[in-house]
């Protein structure tokens, strides 16, 4: 690789972070970094163009989710293609831009990893100028010889050997999981070429936090867990939690995670009853487990309310779920709230405990 490439120093500090690990096997992750990290310089470059680039509006079609799909989704999910194809060590990818996964022209029985991706995050967001992200998640090929199909993504996020996101905000950020704590790149534009630079090396999202975020025009379909927790959030000082909280909503997943990563803080995208067959927004493969996974390898904490996110094996490609992530103890408590139904009562009745009155000035 040589240094006007924009990975040669991203691969470099990869080489450092992976001393130990079996050499093929660092050498393979390594190059998969790279083609994604390749293919998300190019879809900084146009969505920092945006309209300029021709990449705002409706591409006129819809995906798998029935949801409209933007001219700069499909950019992405193309250039995100172009780049793994050309990866030797990836046998196949899966966006959730395409019903079905993709298997790599050339190297679909011999690549060692499974990519799996949103091309790009918060797409609501792209012409008012506001944060988005590109995620992914590295699998194991574990039937090398054979080309994949979609039954082997089928992979519990305990499973993934890589995982990250890139933020599209005022600097373009890598935020990286090798399993070994997590890494933040910057794009630095100032050089001939751009280039991935190490900002910071082990992110700890730190474990007490004033902070949520929660789409709440969705209040009246949560269920009792989650409407107590925001309530006693909301109570701030004068309720049971006798602190004030400030809430947050960006509606770009990426921004949200990468805010709690930088100060603490809660996200929630928890099951609602809107739609009884969809027990929640995001994607499992390429939303919750990507990020439950970095939010582990942090200190924190990732659940769907009840089981934690990275134990979830998938029965599909593009399957909902229930997302509540961020600082340790917050995670805990809703899940303590989750795992019992007794009490699931209004924050008011805590005035009357006096474990739970605010002691007199
Ligand atoms: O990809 C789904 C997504 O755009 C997330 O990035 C974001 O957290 C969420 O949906 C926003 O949802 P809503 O439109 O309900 O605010
Ligand atoms: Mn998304």
Redesign the pocket.
Known sequence: MNNTSPTSLLDEALQRHLAGMDPDAALALRETLCAVARACVRISDVASLGVLADAHGLAGASHVHGEEQKRLDLIADDLMAASLEGCRHVAAWASEEHEQPHVSHAHGAQGSHLVVF?PL????NIEANISIGTIFSVLPHRYRGMAPGAADFMQPGHQQIAAGYVLYGPATLMVLTCRRGVLVFGLDRRGDAPQWVLTYDNVRIAEHTREFAI?AS?QRFWEKPIQRYVAECVAGDSGPRMKDFNMR?V????A?VHRIMTRGGVFL?PRDTREPRKPG??RLMV?AAPMALLVEQAGGRATNGTSELLDLVPDTLHQRVPVILGSKDEIDRIVSYHADPSENVSWQLFKTRSLFVQPQA
């Not at 995050?121 to 609501?124: P, V």
């Open positions: 949103d995050d918060g797409s609501s789409n969705n909503w509606a770009s997943m990426v949200e995208y927004r995001l939303e």
